[in-house]
C-alpha cells in the first residue's frame, strides 16, 4: 500500500504522507501531552500515608490528607503540591469513590530492631516483644507476615541470608510463645528495601529490622 | 526444484504473520496466574488482553497485563490478591503491567498504570511488605507508594 501511494504521489507529497504516518504514530505512542493529577486521602481507620510522585523534574512528596501534586506535559514538567477542597475531590473523583470495593482486612505494621550482624533483638526492642505477642494473640490475625531486613554493609547474598536469619529467629520465637505456626510467611529482603537510604557499607541501626505486618479480619 | 522453493516461499510468507500472531497473543496467555478479581462493574465496561476485547462482568478474574476500559457510564472496582483496592471512574483506561505476590519466595511487584481517568487506590499487603515495589504509573508520572489511600486523574492537555 505504502509502495504504490508512494509511486504514485509527487516527491514532495510523498514527504507529506510519510510525516503524516510518523505524526499519526506518535500520537499512537502516547506523545500527546498529559496531565496527571493524585490527592492523598486518609483511609477508612483515617490513617494518612505518604507517597512520591517522580516526574522528569524531580521526586515530589505527599504525606498531608488532602493534599495535591500535580505533573503536567512530557519534557518541562510544573509540578505544585497544594491543599484541596473536600468538594473538588467529591466533584472529579465521586464515581471512582462509589467503586471502591469495601475494605475486608486491616492491615498493621510493627517494626522490631536487631543487633550488629546477628538475629537478636536490641534491648529497646526486646522490651516491645511481650506487649507484641499479647497484641498477636488478642487479634487474631488471618495471616502474619514476618519480614527480615538489614543495613548495606556486607555483600547482597550474605545480607540477603542474615535478613533470613532475622526473620526466622523471629517467627520461631513468637510460635513459641503460643501463635499459630502455618499463619505466619518468612520472607527475607536483605539490604534492598532500607528504612533510610545510606550508601553501599553504612552502617545503619535504623536499617537492621524485622517488620511484622498483621492482616486482621475488619469487624 | 522450482515448484519446492516456490513452496518454501510460499510457507515462509505465510509464516511470517502466523508467528506474528502467536507472538502478539502470548503476551497475553504466558502468565495464567489470576491476580485480582472484579467486585462491582456499572455501566460499559471492556476488558482488553492481546487482540481480544471482551464485555467485563462482576466476578471476573484478571491477570497480568490485561487492560479494562470504562465507557462514558461506567465504573468498576477491583480487589488485588494482595488486597490492595483500586476503583475506576468514567472514561478511564487502566493496565495491570506486573503483579508478584510470592511471600515465600521473598518476590513483591506492584506496577499498574492509568492511562486516562480517574481512579481511587488504597494499599495491600504489597505496599506494607515491601514499599518501593508498589508503583501507580501515568504517561506524565510514576508514583511511589507507602501504604496509603488516594485518588488519581490523568487527562489530555
Not at chain 1, 81 to 100: C, H, M, N, P
Not at chain 1, 116 to 142: F, G
Not at chain 1, 194 to 206: A, G, I, N, S, Y
Not at chain 2, 132 to 144: M, N, V
Request: aromatic share 8%; charged share 20%.
Amino acid at each position: 500500500m505504502l509502495v504504490f501511494v508512494s509511486t504514485l504521489a509527487s516527491r514532495r507529497w510523498n514527504r507529506c504522507f510519510l510525516g503524516g504516518i510518523v505524526l499519526g504514530l506518535a500520537v499512537l505512542w502516547g506523545c500527546t501531552p498529559t496531565r496527571s493529577y493524585v490527592v492523598l486521602l486518609p483511609d477508612t481507620d483515617g490513617k494518612v500515608g505518604t507517597l512520591h510522585m517522580k516526574t522528569d523534574s524531580g521526586v515530589y512528596r505527599v504525606d498531608k490528607p488532602y493534599h495535591s501534586v500535580q505533573s503536567e506535559g512530557h519534557n518541562k514538567s510544573a509540578v505544585h503540591v497544594r491543599s484541596v477542597e473536600k468538594q473538588q475531590i467529591e466533584a472529579l473523583f465521586g464515581k471512582a469513590l462509589d467503586a471502591e470495593p469495601d475494605q475486608q482486612f486491616r492491615f498493621e505494621v510493627f517494626t522490631l530492631h536487631c543487633t550488629k550482624d546477628s538475629d537478636e533483638l536490641t534491648p529497646a526492642s526486646q522490651k516491645q516483644l511481650p506487649a507484641l505477642i499479647t497484641q498477636l494473640k488478642v487479634s487474631h490475625p488471618v495471616e502474619i507476615y514476618v519480614v527480615g531486613h538489614t543495613d548495606r554493609v556486607g555483600t547482597e547474598h550474605y545480607n540477603a541470608l542474615l535478613s533470613g536469619k532475622r526473620a526466622s529467629s523471629l517467627k520461631q520465637f513468637i510460635v513459641s510463645q503460643g501463635v499459630k505456626s502455618k499463619v505466619i510467611a518468612v520472607s527475607n529482603l536483605g539490604e534492598s528495601k532500607p528504612l533510610v537510604d545510606t550508601k553501599d557499607e553504612v552502617e545503619e541501626p535504623l536499617n537492621r529490622r524485622v517488620e511484622i505486618i498483621t492482616k486482621t479480619l475488619k469487624k | 526444484m522450482l515448484q519446492s522453493r516456490f513452496a518454501k516461499t510460499t510457507a515462509s510468507i505465510f509464516m511470517i504473520p502466523i508467528t506474528a500472531f502467536f507472538l502478539v497473543h502470548s503476551i497475553c496467555w504466558a502468565d495464567d496466574r489470576y491476580v485480582a478479581e472484579v467486585t462491582g462493574v456499572t455501566g460499559t465496561v471492556s476488558l482488553r488482553c492481546g487482540f481480544s476485547t471482551s464485555a467485563l462482568e462482576s466476578g471476573a478474574r484478571l491477570k497480568s497485563r490485561d487492560t479494562l476500559e470504562t465507557g462514558p457510564d461506567g465504573s468498576v472496582g477491583i480487589i488485588f490478591n494482595d488486597h490492595t483496592t483500586l476503583s475506576l471512574g468514567p472514561d478511564s483506561k487502566f493496565t495491570i503491567q506486573e503483579f508478584i505476590f510470592e511471600p515465600s519466595q521473598s518476590k513483591f511487584s506492584f506496577i499498574v498504570k492509568l492511562l486516562r481517568g480517574t481512579a481511587a487506590y488504597v494499599s495491600g499487603l504489597i505496599a506494607k511488605i515491601s514499599p518501593e515495589s508498589a508503583k501507580f504509573i501515568t504517561p506524565s508520572a510514576s508514583i511511589g507508594i507507602r501504604g496509603t489511600k488516594f485518588v488519581i486523574h490523568v487527562e489530555e492537555i
